[in-house]
Every structure is written in structure tokens, then in C-alpha cells.
Nanobody, 121 residues
Framework: QVQLVESGGGLVQAGGSLRLSCAASGRASSSYTMAWFRQAPGKEREFVCAMSWTGRTGYAGSVKGRFTISRDNSKNTVDLQMNSLAPEDTAVYYC???????????????WGQGTQVTVSS
């Protein structure tokens, strides 16, 4: 079992920045791919970005160049730095973990409770 706890959401104006953090605990969590997904009201959960334990990264096209994922394997944390935020980035952001590499929600085994990010125009 892997437990994930997100923090750092909030309200920000368009053009602003936020940093989300996800703390992982449990068996072998440091060897998992860690990812961020988001879900806006009435929409399906969508991939934002991911980083494997070896440092491989992947980003959705809509966030590339604005969002940066990083992780500290010694602390079992993964962060999401979000810059140039826009109202369409408003969603609940979820941290996920999976053994191996994946970018679709159905492949992920573990999820955090989510943290709300609201971007005002």
C-alpha cells in the first residue's frame, strides 16, 4: 500500500503561480512513477504530468512550458510548480502513483485525496 497526501492548493489570479506537493508513504513508494492529474467539474480526470523514479518526465501539451514536476526520492515527495496559471487550469489536482510508467488515470493504483486549485480571471 502507498498513501499519498497532497497540499498547496488555493486561489490565485490568472498569471500567478502555485506549488503543489505530494507526500508518499508506504511500501516501495520511492520506486513508483508519481504523477499529477486534474479534474474539473463535469469533466473526466486528465493527465497533467508524471515523473518516474529514474527521472523520466512527461507533460500534457496544455501545461508544457508552464508546469514543472520534480521529486525528491529521499523524502518521497513530488512537487508541481505551476506558473502562468489560467482560469482553465481550475480543477481538483490529484497525486497518483503507479509501478512502471503510465499516463492514463485507469492505470494508476494509488491516489491522494486531491487539492483544489482555483484560478480567477
Amino acid at each position: 500500500q502507498v498513501q499519498l497526501v497532497e497540499s498547496g492548493g488555493g486561489l490565485v489570479q490568472a498569471g500567478g503561480s502555485l506549488r503543489l506537493s505530494c507526500a508518499a508513504s508506504g511500501r516501495a513508494s520511492s520506486s513508483y512513477t508519481m504523477a499529477w492529474f486534474r479534474q474539473a467539474p463535469g469533466k473526466e480526470r486528465e493527465f497533467v504530468c508524471a515523473m518516474s523514479w529514474t527521472g523520466r518526465t512527461g507533460y500534457a501539451g496544455s501545461v508544457k512550458g508552464r508546469f514543472t514536476i520534480s521529486r525528491d526520492n529521499s523524502k518521497n515527495t513530488v512537487d508541481l510548480q505551476m506558473n502562468s496559471l489560467a482560469p482553465e487550469d481550475t480543477a481538483v489536482y490529484y497525486c497518483g502513483a503507479v509501478s512502471g510508467w503510465a499516463t492514463t488515470p485507469s492505470e494508476y493504483d494509488y491516489w491522494g485525496q486531491g487539492t483544489q486549485v482555483t484560478v480567477s480571471s
